[in-house]
């Protein structure tokens, strides 16, 4: 029998934590790209971590699985560094040899914002989101690896079936 | 900007890109990820050939990344020292990689393959980096990259070798946090964390016990690292239950790339004159080597499992390295000793890793006292492992040889005299435990006379990286034999200061 089976849901904890989860998200978010100026992707990262680790509380663990499976957490931790260390790799692409690795000024896009605006959306911005998804996807997956064991579960999946 | 000036970055960038491509890729297919690792360090290591040609015909290269200037943002410099360990690391990796093919499908489950290959992978990126970094906390978090990808990659292999991944862990997470204290306390003084800034601002500041507290803290925490010898003990573990290619890349490229990194601290931000004048450690080193050279040699004798020789032969090999480095200012030698050490032991021990590992794999053989009869069963890995054992013992014209000749000529030069006879007492040592393997591999005859011994060779690309790294043990000690290499060495020592002797 797994632990939520005992102890049933509880609809305060559902209803709390069905309002409270957007809200977080948002807040990570904010705190990732929502103010000028670097930083604040690693912090972002850790809060949208932390509203999986809410719904995991309110819903039970298989349910938060389900919701956001392995494959998920992989190809979000892929994604992030691709961001980051990609955007620097087309830095050097785009400027033909020229610009150095993550000099935000050779991205094309200076020509239409100009050079300051264009390094300020960068590391502001995209950087932070890379930052902030491989965060995310790290902090969750440790929480299920720390929570939870992979056979375990498909067990208890099997045994339910019966 | 020449094209050719961006290798050092894309030597890291596409590791990084690559490592996780692998981890992507390993969802749709499990063997990928060996393909993609093979790949890139090939790459990798056609970069750092490239790099090597530049940095002799042109000059150094300092680039900066984003286009930061240096003591603000962070620089990577490469000169000839870099450029030589840069190849030296990638071409063992690369060897490594290929050896890992068949090895690895043995020892690690099939589903696993893909986050193995990304942490190999992030292991090659974390030990590119620390030899191209020019910025103490890059060169700190490049470091970190590479022990944490190979605390992992030791655990992998189950078993016993998750207690000798926890050891390595603990050590070297201790190791870690004093340089890490080391790079606080010089930016507390000096406000910068650039090697070629701080080594401009340090000597008005030499006599501060903050910068001297910094330099012993360095030395322990990057010592750890390096398995120098009272600091050795997570080495023989870790080295002896890792999986095949982890036992082959950990003790060849990682070793040497934490030696660089002590190296390039002492010599490049400290510099020999603080050494000198505040910090006399050069005998210690000595004498501390001295004594590696035989504890490792002694403790080598008395093992059986051939792995945990060659690693306590790994401690005594770092003892060479290290009393190269201790002689360095009173010779005219400079560093040479020691740098030529750092290539040699890295194709003599990375060949008799293949090898063990080979017996490993084919036959299950751990134990030496199982060799009877092997050098008939497995002919090839058994002469890739005799050549690299004679080389190992100083058989002329081999690496081992050259070595040993440049070291006893530094001593007798430095006259220490007691080197000399340290030197020549290791190789008697080192004699007794190689020829001990030797001697039951193609001479015993097993109890109740000859059978007939089928041939069961370990497959080819465990085979021939370790005869590649064997021919070349002989290759290039005639290399170093001729001289060709020495105006490289003679450039290094010259941008340390080193080479001439103050009567």
Redesign the interface.
């Known amino acids: 029998m797994s632990a939520e089976k005992k102890y049933g849901r509880d609809v305060v904890i559902e209803t709390i934590a069905r309002l409270m989860i957007p809200f977080i998200q948002l807040y990570g978010l904010y705190v990732m790209m929502g103010t000028e100026g670097a930083g604040g992707g690693f912090q972002g990262g850790t809060i949208i971590a932390a509203s999986f680790v809410l719904y995991v509380t309110a819903f039970g663990i298989t349910s938060g699985r389900k919701k956001f499976p392995e494959?998920w957490n992989?190809?979000f931790?892929?994604l992030g560094?691709?961001l980051y260390?990609?955007i620097?790799?087309l830095c050097?692409i785009f400027s033909l040899?020229?610009?150095?690795?993550?000099?935000?000024?050779a991205v094309p896009l200076s020509n239409i914002i100009g050079q300051a605006d264009t390094r300020a959306l960068m590391i502001a911005d995209v950087v932070e989101i890379g930052i902030g998804m491989t965060v995310m996807a790290a902090f969750v997956s440790l929480f299920f690896d720390l929570a939870w064991k992979e056979e375990s579960v498909k067990e208890e999946e099997g045994g339910a079936e019966e | 900007m020449l094209p050719i000036e961006q290798f050092p970055v894309l030597v890291v960038a596409i590791s990084l890109l690559s490592a996780i491509t692998i981890l992507l890729a390993g969802g749709i297919s499990k063997k990928s990820g060996f393909f993609i690792s093979l790949a890139t360090i090939t790459f990798q290591f056609i970069l750092s050939l490239f790099i090597l040609r530049h940095v002799l015909t042109v000059g150094t290269i300092h680039y900066w990344l984003g286009g930061w200037r240096p003591p603000w943002g962070i620089e990577y410099v490469v000169d000839v020292l870099n450029a030589y360990v840069l190849i030296i690391v990638l071409f063992l990796s690369l060897l490594a990689a290929i050896y890992s093919k068949r090895s690895v499908e043995q020892e690690i489950e099939a589903r696993k393959l893909p986050t193995f290959y990304t942490l190999f992978q992030l292991l090659v990126t974390g030990l590119a980096g620390v030899v191209v970094t020019g910025d103490m906390f890059n060169l700190y978090v490049f470091l970190e990259i590479a022990s944490l990808a190979g605390y992992a990659l030791i655990a992998a292999a189950g078993g016993r070798a998750l207690r000798a991944s926890y050891n390595y862990l603990i050590l070297g997470a201790l190791g870690i946090c004093f340089y890490l204290l080391a790079i606080g306390f010089l930016y507390s003084v000096t406000g910068t964390l650039n090697m070629a800034d701080l080594r401009v601002l340090l000597p008005a500041l030499y006599a501060n016990k903050a910068v001297q507290t910094a330099f012993v803290f360095a030395f322990i925490g990057l010592g750890i690292k390096c398995a120098i010898f009272p600091l050795h003990t997570w080495q023989p573990d870790a080295y002896t239950y890792a999986p095949s290619a982890i036992s082959v890349i950990i003790s060849t490229a990682m070793a040497k790339a934490s030696i660089y990194a002590l190296i390039r601290v002492i010599f490049s931000v400290f510099t020999v004159d603080f050494i000198i004048l505040f910090a006399p450690i050069f005998k210690i080193i000595c004498w501390m080597a001295a004594i590696a050279m035989i504890f490792g040699s002694i403790l080598a004798i008395a093992q059986f499992d051939l792995k945990r020789m060659l690693a306590y032969s790994s401690i005594a090999n770092v003892g060479y390295i290290m009393l190269g480095v201790g002689l360095s200012t009173s010779t005219t030698f400079g560093l040479t000793p020691a740098l030529m050490h750092l290539l040699n032991h890295a194709l003599m021990k990375g060949c008799l890793f293949m090898a063990a590992c080979a017996f490993i794999y084919k036959a299950g053989l751990w134990d030496i006292r199982g060799f009877v009869g092997l050098g008939r069963k497995m002919p090839y890995t058994c002469f890739a492992f005799l050549l690299a054992a004679l080389s190992m013992i100083g058989l002329p014209p081999s690496v081992g040889f050259v070595t040993k000749l440049y070291l006893i000529l530094a001593a007798l030069e430095a006259g220490e005299y007691i080197f000399v006879a340290v030197i020549f007492f290791s190789t008697l040592l080192m004699i007794v435990y190689f020829w001990h393997v030797v001697e039951l591999m193609y001479i015993r005859v097993e109890e109740g006379g000859e059978k007939e011994i089928r041939v069961a060779e370990a497959p080819m690309s465990m085979v021939i990286p370790g005869l590649v790294l064997a021919v070349l043990c002989f290759i290039v000690g005639i290399i170093w034999l001729i001289g060709t290499p020495l105006p490289m060495m003679e450039a290094i020592n010259s941008g340390f200061g080193l080479g001439v002797v103050v009567p």
């Open positions: 494959s992989a190809a931790k892929c560094v691709y260390a990609g620097g790799l050097i040899g020229v610009a150095e690795y993550l000099n935000y000024a």
